[in-house]
């Protein structure tokens, strides 16, 4: 590539040589030889170019010397020195450019020889970076970089197979090759030409162009799925284009619009155009509006349409067997041809799609069953009909696929079967379906006049010219009865006709009109064929289509007639394998699933008998099971017998039927079953698909047969019980996979009842998962049986706990569900909807509820707030076939409740024109809803009326929809009078509705008479709508949606609910639990905070009090701060209500948490918080009042302490100047002397009056008086039968007036039975104790007697009392109780006050502090330095009390705040679970005896236990304890510097500036401060310094203390008591369940219902029977269920039904038990313990039914754990 050329510089004109053709001589200048010379150096000889490359040139030359090489071009110039080589290497050079080199010798002593020169080209840089993108079939973009050098232009070349295909030169770094193949692999080079007319080598890369079918799969978007096949999981999952009506705007969208709208059966599917190619046409022919034909017609002409065609056999390439089957029923039900032969154009391959077309079942009356108006219903692909094939050859005028379309519709229903030419984007190339050969059918109705062929018969149409298609054409002519081949022009020799061998009649259609018609040629091959005039149809010149096609339809119902040929395209498939076509069916995975399937159901010969012996556990033992069951829960059949034992007996049948259930060996067909679904994916689903379809089979050729019997034996009346039998084999004879996964079930839950250990068990286990899985991949699960009416509920709940397993953690789902009247189209509703698959076929109905998940697209999740959507299908209402039983109401009652309170959505499905069964529904419908909102939820519904199809049915019906509201209202009081919520007055008290858009009218569903009729397209348009507006609504949900788990908990809940008679007063469900289990921990929390604050502000209120008035004269007098703390209180506690309320509403509007099932008790919370500020502000204003009042009285006694002890400083003062004033040095015995003297001649000088002591006794009796004061003159009487002062001094103990009680008291002694005396004598044991309790706490205070006191003794019995209304009390009772509480009262104030006056007397006080005055005396007199000293004192006297006071003060607050956070103290039901399991860890009869007879007692003490064990372990209080003492130390030093920078000269100012700054937060002992002061010389420099320093060490030593000290210790020296606060915390309203004495654990304290989570049996309450005195074994929770009844005092003594307790009890609400094992703890307490009971309670022992001896430790522990709700 590189020219060089050398000179010499001895001419001026130099000559150019290739260097590699000759070499140089060097001259002189003269051209003559000359002879060496010492100082001459020779020039260069021989230069030779070894290589010249791109960016480096190598020269060979004669070396001997040192060389300079200087080399320069255009734009570069260098030179480099070299020693003697022989080659130069010359680097960084330029691509593609002419570079001068000149060489010269360089001797050693410098002389230089004459240059040589030489030049050279480098190589030109060839393009790199090549890259090929934008590959279609028949184009491909290349692009490169541009290398250096100057670039003239690029030689593109493209070679396929060796040979150049096309050279072509551009100037731009990039090139689109156009009008190349589809799938050719081309060699591409790109070489470079310079401008110096060099040219690079070439670059070469290769590409493979795409094939037609990979070019048009790349254009919709479906190349991933031509490997990874598309599911149907995938295709109906909802995204954005579910609910999106936005057009497709690139050709991506197409497919997603097809199928979109195909799965919604919607006739318009094939409709599929881009909005932009439409939009883009309209506009550039709106914005030029100048006529220009040229334009016009390349507008008419433009647009990159593509076929339908070619759609839809590339979906078919893209879509796994499932999404193929489903594209072709949906086809098919559109009246759309389905593919028969599906063509891959790249493999040139074909597949017979038999599998695709084994779910399409087609029902038609051919004319043989014209008379008997029975029907043909069968799978198309296994019906034995003559097949017509249509085909073209070589171009043809006429539109095949358009004359098919007339052949097949009669005038009145014209519909597109096949695409042809004049439908949208049919005239759109097709560039992948020829060869795609399709299939329709024509089936008779029945009707003559309408009925086109009078038989069946299949028509199939091969796209593409046949001389293309040979292999399909060959496959047609073998399995049609006729050929009818469409052509314009015919050669002559025609082989491909000529050459057949076929069976099939052969049919020539020409169209004579086309003037390519050759007549001859036709003749010539007519008679080779041997056809007859009949085999010949021609479109003739003047004949139109009408006539040209009905010729054409009287050749084909000849042909149709006559044929002997019909196959089915079960047969097809052997034609097919000779053919070298694939067959669809033929894999691996579907042909073992066929096997596995055919293997189950080749021996059914007899369904019912198959059912009794293969499926045996699902019979008469499952439906026996049912009714024990609900036997359990409704006990309408316990009679006079006892109710417990009725109920154990009841469990004995359960398990013996368990038991049965086990002896059963698995058969061989469920064992077949079970390990088919438990192969790989693909193939399970196979499996299920080909075992559902030879069970509608069977089943289908089952109810035929039943059916022609029916028909046969009605005829004669005397047939009754022979018509009987028949119909009850009707009813019987379904059969699908839900009954093998109902066995399933069942086997798992027989298994389940075994040991956990055992065998069978375990390999069981694996069951529920299998199911989970299907349930996931999109298969429907029964969720309700629709034979027995009951739901295995431990396999549905374990089945959806293994899907929750499956799914994403915390996956959300959301329900809708259709319930109506039978054979309504709900299935079909939803299918269409949904896309889904619920069974509507085999001429049964659904029976029971499926459920169906359906996957929501990551895009729009957030949108609609959840992760799936299920989709709960459900047996028709009012069923004929239940309507004959007895019980037929309340199982559609049952079916409603449910799947309306597992739904977000209910669609009411209103089908029928009978006003009578319309209201019938409506009222099963309402009830359901009036159900949901008495237990919390809040499910919305939509009405859906089918068969409207007037576009004007909104507005019309406008009087129709004011009626269904009005029967809506009805039918709402009537349940609501039914459930006893008569609040309920109209529908939209139930739930949010509005007749406006509530209401849905949708069309009939097919357009026309089927079985010739598409489906409706207005019918999927509405359902479509409907569809949007549910997940529009789901989107729109205020509550959050449900996880799987609580999915399942709530059917488990609702269904053992609905077992009840009493649906609202049974309904117990864990969800609402957790809930108002939340709801309560936090309203505890606001509680708690709430307390705490008005504690922290009444202890700093009442140490400003308590120093009030102490270190410096107030500003305002006492009264007055009093009102200003009262008016800051008041706005305190209503901050903290307001604050209190606002948290809860809040909480309700979180979506998190289900909050929206705890609403209705919304009310209660806020009540429950308007109490507690009025509890606290009664109590905040009687400590404020009590705190003031004491102070106030106190100021008197502080002004004569501080009057003696100014005394007594002046009479110390003048003895140390006296002292002084002795010439002599006096001793301390001297001075000691004369102090005596002093002190003792002072005290007798002052005045010290008495402090007489206030009449307590008295003043309490006032109080009494004025409590009783309103109860009438009896009290005035038994007043002052006693005095006051003679109450209380024995224990109390209240006796029965009357003969008659006296009597009736003794009786019940004896029997050991609480009485009204009893009862009566318990609650004044625990006011007495409550009341003692308080007067010894304030006691314990030390303080001075306050009437608040009394007052707030006497409201806590009023409030006991109040309580306590229950039990029938007298006004004597009342007044003697009030009386002993109020004496003992009175006596203990009268102590605590002459208590407090005595240790408050002036007198002691001052004597008290003697000594430290002496030694006071002696320092001041000795002049000592007294700081340090009295810095200790200051601390250790004034200080440190008042800083363990503050501690205390704190500190059991804290220890409450740290209690709360354990579970047992976190709400009232976790404090009774943690009470209960902890008695039942201790397994001591003791204990519960104590608890269950002295309850209070006992919980105070656990309580008290708990708080000892708690703060025993850890340093907690030691925490607390220093986080208060830095507190306090840090406000001392505080105090102390602030004081220092007064600078005050004494230290009395000094030490009342410190004491001024901690008035505030430490009360200060005024007398310690008042010692303090007297003879205090020191200075308060020096004085601050110690005092920190001694601060510091107090510090520590405290600290020391706090750690050391027994938690006992410090819990009796606190303010706050926590066992106190926690127990009224726990204790709640007190109330006790009136029947066994369980207590209450509502949360707050104004709840309008009482509950408890655990009754017990009511012997546990001492309650016998007295016939046999032996130990009651009834529980309430049962009881409320039966039939018995019970009187007390409430009822007068009469005898009330317990169903009906609520009308006696209104606040107590009593569940049933929801499981029937929540009541096992106690059963298994009084069996453990019945004799031990018995005893204590003075009985015999209860008869213990015999299934509570078989309740475990383990059993009763569970059972509390499902009782509370502990996970």
């Not at 995204?239 to 991506?252: G, M, Q, V, Y």
């Not at 883009?280 to 008419?300: G, K, Y």
């Not at 089936?443 to 298609?469: Q, T, Y």
């Not at 009487?1277 to 007036?1297: H, N, R, W």
Request: aromatic share 8%.
């Amino acid at each position: 590539m590189a020219e060089n050329v050398t000179t010499m510089e001895s001419s001026e004109d130099e000559d150019f040589y290739d260097a590699s053709e000759s070499f140089l001589d060097v001259h002189d200048e003269e051209g003559t030889d000359t002879p060496p010379q010492s100082d001459y150096v020779p020039p260069i000889g021989e230069i030779t170019v070894l290589s010249a490359g791109q960016e480096a040139v190598s020269l060979g030359l004669r070396v001997g010397y040192k060389l300079q090489v200087d080399y320069s071009c255009d734009t570069q110039r260098s030179s480099i020195i070299m020693e003697d080589n022989s080659t130069v290497e010359v680097e960084g050079l330029n691509p593609g450019t002419e570079y001068t080199f000149s060489i010269i010798r360089i001797a050693g002593n410098g002389n230089r020889s004459k240059a040589a020169s030489l030049r050279v080209f480098t190589e030109p840089s060839p393009p790199v970076h090549i890259a090929v993108d934008e590959v279609s079939s028949e184009s491909l973009s290349l692009h490169w970089d541009i290398p250096a050098g100057e670039v003239e232009c690029y030689i593109v070349t493209w070679c396929s197979e060796g040979e150049i295909v096309q050279e072509l030169t551009t100037d731009t770094n990039n090139l689109t090759l156009s009008d190349l193949k589809p799938g050719v692999c081309y060699s591409l080079q790109v070489s470079v030409q310079l401008r110096n007319g060099k040219r690079s080598k070439s670059t070469v890369t290769s590409a493979h162009t795409k094939t037609q079918l990979e070019s048009l799969l790349e254009d919709l978007g479906l190349e991933q799925h031509y490997t990874e096949k598309l599911s149907l999981s995938t295709v109906l999952q909802i995204d954005k284009r579910t609910i999106s009506d936005e057009p497709a705007k690139c050709n991506a969208d197409l497919p997603w619009y097809f199928l979109k709208k195909l799965m919604m059966v919607n006739v318009t599917a094939r409709n599929v155009k881009c909005t932009s190619v439409c939009e883009s046409t309209c506009d550039a022919a709106s914005e030029n509006t100048e006529l220009d034909f040229d334009d016009l017609f390349d507008i008419l002409h433009s647009g990159d349409m593509l076929n339908p065609l070619d759609i839809i056999t590339a979906l078919f390439l893209c879509s796994d067997g499932f999404v193929q089957q489903e594209m072709a029923l949906k086809m098919s039900m559109c009246q759309f041809s389905v593919p028969l032969l599906l063509p891959n154009c790249d493999t040139k391959q074909c597949t017979l799609m038999l599998w695709a077309m084994r779910d399409i079942v087609k029902k038609y009356r051919p004319q043989s069953l014209l008379e008997s108006k029975g029907f043909i219903e069968d799978r198309i692909v296994v019906s034995e009909l003559p097949m017509i094939s249509f085909v073209r050859l070589g171009e043809c005028s006429m539109s095949k696929s358009e004359i098919l379309n007339k052949l097949l519709c009669n005038s009145q229903q014209y519909y597109d079967t096949f695409v042809h030419h004049n439908m949208e984007c049919g005239d759109s190339p097709r560039r992948i379906s020829n060869g795609l050969t399709e299939i329709t059918w024509y089936l008779p109705c029945g009707n003559k006049n309408m009925d086109i062929f009078s038989e069946p018969v299949a028509v199939a149409n091969l796209r593409g010219d046949i001389a293309s298609c040979e292999t399909q054409f060959y496959f047609l002519c073998q399995t049609s009865a006729a050929v009818f081949v469409f052509f314009d022009t015919l050669d002559s020799e025609c082989e491909l006709l000529t050459n057949l061998h076929t069976n099939s009649q052969i049919f020539l259609v020409g169209n004579h009109q086309s003037h390519r018609f050759d007549k001859d040629a036709l003749k010539k091959v007519a008679t080779k064929l041997g056809l007859t005039k009949d085999n010949i149809l021609l479109k003739a010149k003047h004949m139109n289509d009408a006539d040209f096609v009905k010729n054409l339809r009287k050749t084909v119902s000849n042909v149709v007639e006559n044929s002997k040929i019909k196959m089915r395209i079960e047969q097809m498939a052997d034609i097919a394998h000779e053919l070298g076509i694939w067959v669809d069916e033929d894999s691996s995975e579907c042909q073992t699933a066929k096997a596995n399937a055919d293997a189950i159901t080749a021996g059914i010969q007899d369904i019912l008998k198959y059912k009794d012996t293969k499926l045996p556990l699902q019979g008469q033992i499952w439906k026996d099971l049912t009714c024990l069951e609900k036997e359990e829960f409704r006990l309408r059949n316990v009679g006079s017998e006892n109710i417990e034992k009725y109920k154990s007996d009841l469990q004995v049948q359960k398990d013996n039927l368990r038991q049965k259930q086990n002896t059963y060996d698995m058969s061989d067909a469920m064992a077949c079953f079970i390990k088919a679904i438990s192969s790989p994916g693909i193939e399970r689903c196979y499996f299920l698909k080909w075992l559902r379809m030879n069970l509608d089979n069977v089943s289908r050729e089952k109810l035929s047969g039943l059916r022609e019997q029916y028909k046969k034996k009605c005829k004669d009346s005397k047939n009754k019980e022979e018509i009987k039998e028949i119909d009850r084999q009707l009813s019987n004879s379904s059969l699908g996979t839900e009954h093998f996964f109902r066995e399933m079930g069942q086997i798992y839950e027989a298994s389940v009842s075994l040991p956990e250990r055992n065998r069978s068990r375990l390999q069981l286990q694996h069951l529920p998962k299998l199911c989970a899985q299907l349930l996931l991949d999109g298969f429907p699960l029964e969720l309700v049986d629709g034979d027995a009416s009951n739901i295995p509920l431990r396999w549905v709940s374990d089945v959806l706990s293994q899907l929750n397993d499956l799914v994403p953690p915390e996956s959300k789902i959301r329900v809708a569900t259709v319930l109506g009247v039978q054979s309504t189209g709900k299935s079909t509703l939803l299918n269409t909807m949904f896309g889904v698959q619920f069974a509507v076929s085999s001429g049964r109905c659904t029976r029971g509820a499926f459920m169906l998940l359906i996957r929501i697209d990551e895009d729009v999740k957030k949108e609609l707030k959840c992760d799936f959507m299920m989709i709960i299908d459900t047996e028709g209402l009012k069923s004929p076939e239940l309507a004959q039983l007895d019980n037929s109401h309340e199982h559609d009652n049952e079916l409603a409740t449910l799947v309306v309170g597992l739904s977000d959505i209910t669609i009411i499905n209103i089908a029928m024109e009978n006003s009578t069964e319309m209201k019938d529904i409506l009222q099963i419908v309402v009830h359901a809803f009036l159900r949901m909102k008495e237990v919390g939820k809040k499910p919305k519904c939509q009405f859906v009326h089918q068969n409207v199809s007037d576009v004007s049915a909104h507005e019309k019906n406008l009087r129709d929809r004011k009626l269904l509201l009005q029967q809506l209202n009805e039918m709402t009081q009537a349940a609501a009078k039914m459930e006893q919520k008569e609040e309920n007055k109209s529908f939209t008290d139930v739930m949010e509705y509005s007749p406006d858009t509530g209401n849905w009218y949708i069309p009939g569903l097919w357009n026309g008479n089927p079985p010739m009729a598409p489906v409706n397209a207005g019918y999927s348009e509405a359902v479509y709508e409907l569809k949007k507006n549910i997940i529009q609504t789901f989107g729109g949900c205020e509550s959050s949606a449900n996880d799987i788990l609580d999915f399942a908990e709530w059917t488990k809940s609702l269904w053992n609910a609905v077992k009840h008679e009493n649906f609202i007063f049974s309904f117990r469900n864990s969800l609402v639990a957790d809930a108002y289990m939340r709801l309560c921990t936090e309203f505890n929390k606001w509680e708690w905070e709430f307390k705490k604050e008005m504690y922290t502000w009444v202890t700093e209120v009442e140490t400003k009090m308590s120093n009030f008035g102490k270190i410096k004269s107030e500003t305002c007098d006492m009264s007055e701060f009093l009102s200003d703390l009262k008016s800051e209180a008041c706005t305190v506690l209503s901050e903290w209500e307001t604050k209190i309320l606002e948290n809860l509403k809040k909480y309700f509007k979180q979506t998190e948490g289900h909050v929206y099932l705890v609403e209705g008790y919304r009310e209660d919370f806020a009540n429950s918080a308007k109490s507690l500020r009025r509890e606290m502000e009664s109590s905040v204003i009687n400590q404020l009042t009590a705190a003031a009042d004491i102070r106030q009285g106190m100021t008197e006694i502080d002004r004569i302490k501080d009057k003696h002890t100014t005394e007594l400083e002046g009479r110390v003062c003048a003895l140390i100047e006296q002292c002084r004033g002795k010439k002599i040095k006096m001793t301390d015995r001297q001075l000691d002397r004369e102090f005596d003297k002093m002190w003792t001649k002072t005290v007798n000088e002052l005045s010290f009056s008495k402090q007489n002591a206030t009449n307590v006794i008295a003043s309490v009796s006032f109080y009494l008086r004025a409590n009783l004061s309103r109860k009438g003159s009896r009290v005035c009487e038994l007043l002052d039968k006693k005095s006051l002062q003679d109450c209380g001094l024995v224990p109390f103990k209240y006796t029965a007036e009357g003969l008659y009680n006296k009597f009736k008291h003794k009786i019940s002694r004896w029997f050991n039975i609480e009485d009204h005396v009893m009862a009566l004598q318990n609650i004044a044991d625990c006011v007495i104790a409550e009341c003692t309790a308080f007067i010894t706490e304030k006691m314990e205070r030390k303080n001075n007697y306050h009437n608040t006191y009394i007052q707030e003794i006497l409201h806590k019995i009023d409030e006991r009392l109040q309580s306590s209304k229950d039990a029938k009390r007298d006004i004597e009772f009342e007044v003697s109780l009030k009386q002993h509480i109020c004496g003992v009262a009175a006596r203990q104030f009268q102590k605590m006050h002459e208590d407090f006056l005595r240790d408050n007397d002036p007198y002691r006080c001052l004597n008290q502090n003697k000594e430290k005055y002496r030694a006071d005396f002696k320092d001041v007199f000795h002049e000592r330095d007294q700081c340090q000293k009295k810095a200790e004192e200051f601390t250790n006297r004034c200080l440190r009390p008042a800083v363990e006071d503050f501690v205390s003060r704190f500190l059991g607050p804290d220890i409450v705040g740290e209690m709360q956070l354990s579970f047992e103290f976190s709400t009232r039901m976790h404090f009774q679970f943690s009470v209960l399991l902890d008695l039942l860890s201790k397994k001591d009869f003791e204990d519960y005896l104590n608890f269950i007879c002295y309850y209070e007692d006992y919980v105070n003490k656990w309580i008290s236990d708990r708080v000892l064990e708690h703060f025993s372990k850890g340093s907690t209080t030691y925490e607390s304890e220093d986080r208060h003492l830095q507190s306090s130390i840090k406000s001392i030093n505080d105090a102390i510097n602030r004081a220092k920078k007064e600078k005050r000269g004494n230290m009395k100012e000094f030490i009342e500036d410190v004491c001024q700054e901690l008035s505030g937060k430490l009360v200060i002992p005024k007398d310690a401060l008042d010692a303090f002061m007297i003879l205090n010389n020191a200075t308060p420099e020096q004085f601050a310094h110690w005092l920190t320093v001694c601060v510091t060490e107090m510090a520590e030593a405290l600290r020391k203390t706090f750690k050391e000290t027994d938690i006992q210790l410090k819990l009796k020296k606190l303010h706050v008591k926590p066992q106190k606060e926690l127990f009224t915390k726990v204790i709640g309203c007190g109330k006790l369940c009136p029947f066994c004495k369980a207590p209450c654990e509502a949360g707050g304290k104004e709840h309008k219902e009482h509950f408890t989570s655990l009754h017990r049996p009511e012997g546990l309450g001492k309650y016998r029977w007295t016939s046999t005195n032996k130990l009651s074994t009834d529980i309430c929770t049962s009881s409320v269920a039966g039939n018995g009844s019970f009187r007390c005092s409430e009822t007068n003594g009469e005898y009330h039904p317990f169903k009906n307790y609520i009308k006696i009890f209104p606040d107590w609400k009593i569940a049933p038990d929801g499981s029937l094992q929540a009541s096992d703890y106690w059963k298994y307490v009084l069996a453990k313990f019945n004799k031990e009971f018995a005893k204590a309670y003075g009985a015999e022992p209860a008869d213990i039914p015999a299934t509570w001896n078989d309740i475990t430790y383990k059993k009763a522990e569970d059972s509390l754990k499902e009782s509370f709700n502990v996970k």
